[in-house]
């Protein structure tokens, strides 16, 4: 299941990536868009499977999460503001942090890959 989380998010940031650019173009993002969101519940179905996988949800764990489901919402957001060409800038602030830190918290905790002790 770490394999599938990884991949769907990898692919969520690529998607959300093509659709900042296309968005710049004002060229269509609907279905872009729409395949991201399918995305975002594969991120949240693959990792409430992997918590779904310990016994007891330890606080890490739970911040995870919250940052996980953050970074969906910065994402969400920019592309939304975005399309109504309101200002963006809080929300790439907002992603970069809860990306950095979601990334440290998924390889710190012990399940799949381990890099930071
Ligand atoms: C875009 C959002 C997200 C990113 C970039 C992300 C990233 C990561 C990364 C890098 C890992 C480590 C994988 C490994 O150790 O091999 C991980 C693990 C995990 N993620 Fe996410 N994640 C996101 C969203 C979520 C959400 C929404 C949830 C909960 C519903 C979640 C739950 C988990 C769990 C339970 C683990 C296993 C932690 C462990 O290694 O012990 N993630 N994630």
Not at 33 to 59: D, E, K, V
């Amino acid at each position: 299941m770490t394999h599938a989380h990884i991949t769907a998010w990898a692919v969520a940031i690529l998607l959300f990536m093509i659709a900042v650019f296309q968005e710049r173009k004002q060229a269509k993002t609907k279905i872009i868009h729409m395949i991201l969101r399918l995305f975002y519940l594969l991120i949240i179905g693959t990792g409430a499977w992997m918590l779904h996988s310990i016994a007891s949800i330890p606080a890490l764990y739970v911040v995870k999460t919250i940052v996980g489901i953050w970074v969906i919402f910065a994402m969400e957001m920019i592309l939304v503001r975005k399309k109504k060409g309101k200002s963006t800038n809080v929300f790439w602030l907002q992603f970069t942090v809860a990306f950095v830190l979601v990334l440290y918290l998924g390889l710190k905790l012990p399940l799949g890959f381990y890099i930071f002790s």
